[in-house]
C-alpha cells in the first residue's frame, strides 16, 4: 500500500464519523438488492467492522441471514459538492448479550421496552472487503485490509 492509499483511506474514515446515516443493502430472496436507511453505526473499527442496531423481526435480519453478502453507503451532499463512500462486504446477525450491551444506547427503551434482553433488539456486523470513494467527479476503488 502507497502513502496515497493510507491518506485516502484516514480520510475516508473521517468523512464517515461525520455522517449522520447510512444506507445499508442486502439481498431479498429472489436476488433483487434492497436498500434501507440507518442511523449510523453504534459502534465502528476503522474502515473493517461497523456495528449497527436493529429490529430482529425485520425483513433485512431475514435477508441477511439468508445471504450475507450486503453494502453500506455513506454520504453528504452539499451545495456544491457531493462525496460519497460504498462499502462491500459481509453482514452477520448477532444475537450475543455482550455486543447488545455495548451498542445500547440511551432512548433505544423506546423501541426495545425489554431493554438489552428484548427479543427484537440485535446487531448487525458489517465487515467491509472493499469499497469505492466519490468526490469531484472522481472514483476511486479501495481494498479494506485486516
Not at 6 to 35: C, H, M, V, W, Y
Not at 72 to 99: N, S
Not at 101 to 122: A, H, I, L, N, R
Request: proline fraction near 4%; charged fraction near 25%; include cysteine.
Amino acid at each position: 500500500m502507497n502513502e496515497k492509499t493510507i491518506i485516502n483511506l484516514k480520510k475516508i474514515e473521517k468523512f464517515i464519523s461525520r455522517q449522520k446515516s447510512a444506507l445499508i443493502g442486502s439481498i431479498d430472496g429472489n436476488g433483487t438488492p434492497n436498500i434501507k436507511a440507518m442511523l449510523p453505526p453504534r459502534k465502528r473499527e476503522g474502515l473493517r467492522v461497523f456495528y449497527f442496531s436493529t429490529n430482529t423481526s425485520s425483513n433485512r435480519v431475514t435477508q441477511y441471514k439468508k445471504n450475507p453478502h450486503a453494502c453500506v453507503y455513506f454520504y453528504h451532499k452539499g451545495l456544491i459538492k457531493y462525496e460519497g463512500v460504498m462499502l462491500t462486504g459481509t453482514m452477520e446477525v448477532l444475537e450475543d448479550e455482550a455486543i447488545k450491551k455495548e451498542c445500547w444506547q440511551f432512548g433505544d427503551k423506546m423501541f426495545y421496552p425489554q431493554g438489552v434482553s428484548d427479543p427484537d433488539y440485535c446487531v448487525l456486523q458489517f465487515t467491509a472487503q472493499g469499497g469505492r470513494y466519490y468526490c469531484d467527479l472522481k472514483t476511486e476503488s479501495f481494498l479494506v485490509e485486516n
